[in-house]
């Protein structure tokens, strides 16, 4: 996969630009650059598919963030990792709703770049794992759709359907819901879904994971407050359970 794998990289400074398109192309990466977020969308619009963009935060026109949600337009799918010389929590968590995967603060470490990298890119292994086994039924119109008390989380097409409405999920909480839901009953740590599920390195903020519990609670809870699928367990992490006899994934 790493010698396939194709990144566009993102930054209006010239040097910085240089160095790393230099660095992942001899660890046999396919290296596309761009210096502005418009050019990298009009490469994106005339057919560009990368496996993985490094974005930058802070540049000149429509900057990092406003070019991530234009992108998750063009490419739902691809991940990204988001590159800044600024430690904004607020900035973090507001790319991860928009779907970024990673933020890394400049200056950062190679070695921690490239992990990241590799972690996103082995990720889809996980996710795609229990594919075979929907496709191997005879409803192949209907794959990755998880059903729980009246409710359908259709992860094929980012959706969470329920009798009076359907909720657009983003990349991010789609892969979060998925990793709660295969591991229905279980107590999951802030610490293996930064890991697990979004590639990050347990010294991330965890606000961020809940945050997007909070998001996800009012998509399926009927009362947010008073969850009961979205469990916290204290000082440890969450469990997801579905309503028994009432759960079945398709």
């Not at 290296?31 to 502005?36: L, N, Q, R, Y």
């Not at 009009?42 to 900057?63: N, T, Y």
């Not at 991940?79 to 800044?84: C, W």
């Not at 070695?111 to 996103?120: S, T």
């Amino acid at each position: 996969m790493k010698q396939t794998a194709k990144i566009l990289l993102v930054d209006d400074e010239p040097g910085m630009l240089r160095y790393i398109k230099t660095l992942l192309e001899v660890d046999d990466y396919k290296v596309e650059t761009a210096t502005t977020g418009e050019e990298a969308l009009e490469r994106v619009e005339k057919g560009l598919q990368p496996d993985l963009v490094l974005l930058d935060v802070l540049m000149p026109g429509i900057d990092g963030l406003q070019t991530l949600e234009q992108l998750r337009q063009l490419q739902p799918g691809v991940k990204v990792i988001m590159l800044s010389c600024v430690n904004d929590t607020r900035k973090v968590v507001h790319a991860m709703k928009l779907g970024a995967q990673d933020y890394l603060t400049k200056p950062f470490e190679l070695g921690v770049l490239m992990a990241r990298i590799n972690g996103l890119l082995r990720r889809r292994e996980w996710f795609d794992r229990d594919r075979q086994t929907a496709v191997q039924q005879e409803q192949t119109h209907a794959t990755e759709q998880f059903i729980f008390d009246g409710k359908t989380i259709d992860f094929e097409n980012l959706e969470l359907r329920t009798s009076d409405q359907t909720v657009r999920l983003t990349l991010m909480e789609a892969d979060l819901l998925r990793y709660l839901v295969e591991h229905e009953g279980r107590i999951v740590s802030r610490k293996s879904m930064l890991e697990d599920v979004w590639g990050l390195r347990e010294d991330t903020d965890t606000r961020a994971i809940d945050n997007f519990i909070v998001r996800l609670r009012k998509y399926i809870e009927d009362e947010p407050a008073k969850p009961k699928h979205l469990l916290t367990v204290r000082g440890v992490g969450y469990r997801f359970v579905a309503e028994s006899g009432e759960s079945r994934i398709n």
